[in-house]
T-cell receptor, first 113, second 115 residues
Framework: AQSVTQPDIHITVSEGASLELRCNYSYGATPYLFWYVQSPGQGLQLLLKYLSGDTLVQGIKGFEAEFKRSQSSFNLRKPSVHWSDAAEYFCAVGETNAGKSTFGDGTTLTVKP | NAGVTQTPKFQVLKTGQSMTLQCAQDMNHNSMYWYRQDPGMGLRLIYYSASEGTTDKGEVPNGYNVSRLNKREFSLRLESAAPSQTSVYFC??????????????FGPGTRLTVL
């Protein structure tokens, strides 16, 4: 069965610093991979996705992620964090033969002024 | 477009009461989902409907039932609420099948408390 691990429950960074959120997945075939963001009291919003092709994908709000098959990872990065990036971030793997995804437990990002 | 809408936004129930959470999407998606979100546990899939007329159990289906009323609407029913069902419930939809992937669009959530 597929699974997603986000090793960091909580990360704190200073505004303007770089950010990397880790995601490792387990899936038997080539995965579809997603990062979502959730602001307090809101639903989830898609940041970016990897379906195939270029392993470095760009998303909204200046985020990017790199798919590394050899490491079963899909880490999210941003070169300079803004206070408005404080939120909870979820990595997900989409099954290619069924209409559903598996989500990680999430990483909460706090941004220090 | 409203996207995915959910009603109600908040609900308080007593143990043993029943209720139905409503979800509708206006994006003509074929797949719809119900999740629950609890602190530290991410999103757990309760039920999903890959296409109109089909429903399947997810990770945590016990105590819930669903109805895919039509392509737009997918409801979640709690027949006899229990305190363990206190959670935030999210509905989502996606276009899956033809393009093979399932980027999901989420509603704003329903906060349910069972006393």
């Amino acid at each position: 069965a597929q699974s997603v691990t986000q090793p960091d429950i909580h990360i704190t960074v200073s505004e303007g610093a770089s950010l990397e959120l880790r995601c490792n997945y387990s899936y038997g075939a080539t995965p579809y991979l997603f990062w979502y963001v959730q602001s307090p009291g809101q639903g989830l919003q898609l940041l970016l996705k990897y379906l195939s092709g270029d392993t470095l994908v760009q998303g909204i709000k200046g985020f990017e992620a790199e798919f590394k098959r050899s490491q079963s990872s899909f880490n999210l990065r941003k070169p300079s964090v803004h206070w408005s990036d404080a939120a909870e971030y979820f990595c997900a793997v989409g099954e290619t033969n069924a209409g559903k995804s598996t989500f990680g437990d999430g990483t909460t990002l706090t941004v220090k002024p | 477009n409203a996207g995915v809408t959910q009603t109600p936004k908040f609900q308080v129930l007593k143990t043993g009461q029943s209720m139905t959470l409503q979800c509708a999407q206006d994006m003509n998606h074929n797949s719809m989902y119900w999740y629950r979100q609890d602190p530290g546990m991410g999103l757990r899939l309760i039920y999903y409907s890959a296409s109109e007329g089909t429903t399947d159990k997810g990770e945590v289906p016990n105590g819930y039932n669903v109805s895919r009323l039509n392509k737009r609407e997918f409801s979640l029913r709690l027949e006899s609420a229990a305190p363990s069902q206190t959670s935030v419930y999210f509905c989502a939809s996606s276009e899956w099948g033809g393009r093979g992937y399932n980027e999901q669009f989420f509603g704003p959530g329903t906060r349910l408390t069972v006393l």
